[in-house]
C-alpha cells in the first residue's frame, strides 16, 4: 500500500506506439510514463482498446515483430533501455528479466506437450539446464505455484488440467528464470470468481516471496482493489491519472476515474440503475483536439477543447484542466 | 504413452483402415522377406518363355523367361522404396516451403506461393517425365523427379496450418518466454501442424507408386531394375495371349494404393483435431 521511494526496476517513459493504417496513423499509446519498484504492484486500468495491452506488449518488444507500427520512448530494466538493444539481448530479456502471463491459460500453452516440458523448456533456453536439472527445477516451480503432487502433474498435458490450474501453470513458466517484472496481462479475466481470488494471492505471496515488480493489465477494478499498490487509469491511449490505490478509490481527480468507480459501485446506488458514462470512446482517427474525454465529461469547459491537459506531478498525478478537487 | 493408445483407439473404430493396414504390413513383409522365402533371381531367365502358372512357377514366367513371382516380389521393394523415398521427399520439401510461407508471411509467402503455384500449373506426370529425359533414368533420378513433382499440395497445407497456428496465444506466449522464430516454428508450432501433413503425406506414397508405375510402364524408369510398372510394360505386348503377365502386377498395385489409401483415411480419422469429437 506504501509507495516506496526505492530505485525503480523499471521505467517506462514518454511510450508512444502509432499504427499506420490506410485512413492515417492511428495512436494506441501516447506519451505513457510510470515507474515500478521492486515489491510493488502497479496497475493500470481502462476500458477496451485504450491502449493498455499494447502498451504492455510495446514494454517486451512484441509489437514491432507483426504489427509495422513505430514505438518511441525508453523502457528501462534496471537502467538498461530496452529499446536499443538487438533483438537476440531482447529474447534474453523476454523470460530472463521481464516475464509475462497471458489472458486465456487454455491458449497459451501449446496443447502438444505436458505442462512440466513447457516449464523445463524455458529453463533450458535461458539457464542452459540439464533435462534433468531442468525437470527438478519444474517440479519445484509447480509446487511454488501451488499445484498439487506437482511430480504427477509433470507428465500431464494442458487438457489435463482446470482453467486455474494452467494459469498457475503459466505463472511458474514465467517465474521460471525469476524475473525482475512480471507483467500480468488480465490474468483473471478467463476464470471463475473463485479462482480469480486464488490466483490474486498467488501472484501476490510470489510478489512478496520472490521480490518482483507486478505490472497488472486489467479492466477489473475489483481486482485493483485487491492487489494494486498504485492505479493508473488510461483512457484513449493515455495516462489520464495515477495516485495510490486508496486515494484513487476514495477520491479519483479525473472525472473518467470517477465515472468508471461510479459504474463499478452501482449495486451501491439508490436508484438501482447503472451509472453510464455518456457518449462513446472518440475514433482514434478522429482525436479531439484538446482532452481526449472532452466530449463525454461533464466536468468540460471551453479550455477542455483547446488544448490537451498535462499531467501533474507527484505520486498523486492527473492530467485535467479541471479536475475534482481532492482533499489533501 | 496414452495419447499414442487414443491414436490407436480412434484409428481402429475404422475397420477399412485396419483391414488395409493388416494388408499393407503382409505386403511390406513380402518385400522385406520376400525374397529369403522365395529365393529365385527375378533377373535371370530360368524358364520357357510365357508359362502359365504351374507348380514350378506359381505365376508362370515373363516374355523372357522369368519368375513372375519373383519379380513381383522384387519390384514390391524397388515400388515400395520409390514411394515411401519420393513422398519423404516431397513432404521435406513441402514442409519447409509452407512453414517458411505461412510463418514469415509478407513477400517470402508471396514468393514462395508463386513458385508453388507454378509447379501446381504443370501437369506433374510430364514434368516427371521432362526431368528423367533431362537427367537420365536411374532410382535416383525417378524418385527425385517424384519428389519434385509432388511436394505442392503439402506446401499449401503447410502454410495454411502455420499461417492458423502463428497468431494463436502460444506462439505469442513463447516470444514472451524469449524464443526466437526458428525455435518457435520447429519446436513449438511444427507438432501442432503435422497431423494433416501426415494424412497428405501417407496418400502421397499410393500416388508415387501410381507414378513410378507409369514411368516404368513407359520405359522411362530405371532399365536395370524390375518394378511393378516395368512388368506391365513388359507384358501389355502379349496382353492378349498371356493376359496374367500384366494384370499381376497391376493387381500388386492396385491392391497396395488401396491400402495406403485406407490407412491414409485411418490417419486422418486418428489426427484431424475436427473429428476429434467422434
Known amino acids: 500500500m506504501t509507495h516506496s521511494a526505492a530505485r525503480p526496476v523499471l521505467a517506462v517513459e514518454d511510450l508512444s506506439v502509432t499504427f499506420p493504417t490506410s485512413h492515417g496513423a492511428v495512436k494506441a499509446v501516447s506519451g505513457l510514463s510510470f515507474t515500478l519498484s521492486a515489491g510493488e504492484t502497479l496497475a493500470i486500468v481502462g476500458e477496451s482498446g485504450c491502449g493498455k495491452s499494447t502498451a504492455a506488449m510495446s514494454i517486451i ?36 528479466g521481464i516475464g509475462m ?71 511458474a513458466i514465467a517465474l521460471a528464470c525469476e524475473p525482475k517484472v512480471l507483467i500480468a496481462d488480465e490474468p483473471t479475466t478467463a476464470l471463475d470468481v473463485t479462482i480469480q481470488a486464488q490466483v490474486l494471492k498467488l501472484i501476490e505471496r510470489l510478489k512478496t516471496e520472490l521480490g518482483m515488480a507486478v505490472l497488472l493489465i486489467t479492466h477489473d477494478l475489483g481486482v485493483v482493489w485487491e492487489v494494486a499498490d498504485r492505479v493508473a487509469v488510461m483512457y484513449a491511449g493515455r495516462k489520464v491519472e495515477e495516485a495510490p490505490v486508496t486515494e484513487l478509490f476514495q477520491a ?69 484542466h479541471h479536475p475534482e478537487p481532492v482533499a489533501a | 504413452m496414452s495419447a499414442l493408445a487414443e491414436f490407436w ?91 517458411l510461407a505461412g510463418y514469415r508471411g509478407g513477400w517470402t509467402d508471396a514468393v514462395l506461393m508463386r513458385l508453388t503455384d507454378f509447379f501446381l500449373t504443370i501437369p506433374s506426370f510430364v514434368l516427371a517425365v521432362v526431368i528423367i529425359a533431362i537427367f537420365g533414368p536411374s532410382i535416383v533420378t525417378v524418385t527425385a523427379a517424384i519428389a519434385v513433382v509432388s511436394w505442392p499440395p503439402v506446401a499449401r497445407l503447410a502454410r495454411a496450418e502455420f499461417m492458423a497456428q502463428r497468431d494463436r ?14 525455435e518457435i516454428a520447429t519446436r513449438q508450432i511444427m507438432p501442432n501442424a503435422l497431423p494433416p501433413v501426415i494424412v497428405v503425406s501417407s496418400l502421397l506414397v499410393a500416388t508415387a507408386i501410381l507414378t513410378e508405375s507409369g514411368l516404368s510402364f513407359l520405359g522411362l524408369a530405371d532399365p536395370d531394375l524390375i518394378s511393378w510398372g516395368y512388368m506391365i510394360g513388359v507384358g501389355r505386348t502379349v496382353l492378349r495371349t498371356a493376359w496374367w503377365m500384366p494384370a499381376i502386377p497391376g493387381l500388386a498395385i492396385l491392391i497396395t494404393v488401396l491400402c495406403i489409401n485406407l490407412v491414409g483415411e485411418g490417419l486422418n480419422d486418428a489426427l484431424n483435431p475436427r473429428l476429434r469429437q467422434r
Open chain 2, 9 to 99: 483407439r480412434r484409428f481402429s473404430l475404422n475397420a477399412a483402415a485396419v483391414v488395409g493396414l493388416v494388408f499393407l504390413l503382409l505386403i511390406v513383409a513380402a518385400a522385406i522377406f520376400g525374397p529369403a522365402l522365395y529365393p529365385v533371381d527375378p533377373y535371370d531367365m530360368i524358364g520357357r518363355p510365357s508359362q502359365p502358372p504351374s507348380a514350378r512357377f506359381p505365376l508362370g514366367t515373363d516374355v523372357s523367361g522369368r519368375d513372375i513371382l519373383a519379380g513381383l516380389i522384387g519390384g514390391a521393394r524397388v515400388s515400395l522404396l520409390i514411394g515411401l523415398v519420393a513422398s519423404f521427399g516431397a513432404t521435406v520439401l513441402g514442409v519447409t516451403v509452407g512453414a
Open chain 1, 61 to 96: 518488444g512484441l509489437l514491432a515483430m507483426r504489427s509495422r507500427c513505430h514505438v518511441s520512448g525508453r523502457v528501462l530494466l534496471e537502467g538498461q533501455d530496452l529499446m536499443s538493444l538487438s533483438a537476440q539481448a531482447m529474447r534474453g530479456v523476454r523470460g530472463g
Open chain 1, 252 to 320: 479519483p481527480a479525473h472525472p473518467y476515474s470517477q465515472g468508471l468507480l461510479r459504474a463499478a459501485r452501482w449495486q451501491d446506488d439508490a436508484s438501482g440503475r447503472l451509472p453510464e458514462i455518456g457518449g462513446a470512446v472518440p475514433s482514434p482517427l478522429r482525436m479531439p483536439k484538446g482532452c481526449s474525454f472532452a466530449p463525454r465529461c461533464h466536468r468540460a469547459m471551453a479550455d477542455c477543447a483547446l488544448a490537451p491537459p498535462g499531467l501533474t506531478g507527484g505520486a498523486r498525478q492527473v492530467a485535467c
Open chain 1, 101 to 171: 502471463i497471458f489472458q486465456d491459460p487454455m491458449m497459451a500453452l501449446n496443447p502438444v506437450f505436458t505442462i512440466g516440458w513447457q516449464i523445463a523448456e524455458s529453463l533450458r533456453l535461458h539457464r542452459g539446464l540439464s533435462a534433468g536439472a531442468a525437470r527438478r527445477r519444474a517440479i519445484e516451480l509447480l509446487d511454488l505455484v501451488g499445484i498439487p503432487s506437482p511430480a504427477e502433474r509433470y507428465d500431464q498435458y494442458p487438457h489435463n488440467l482446470s482453467g486455474g490450474m494452467r494459469q498457475r501453470v503459466m505463472i
Open chain 2, 169 to 182: 496465444e502460444y506462439v505469442q506466449a513463447c516470444r514472451a518466454l524469449g524464443m526466437s522464430g526458428l
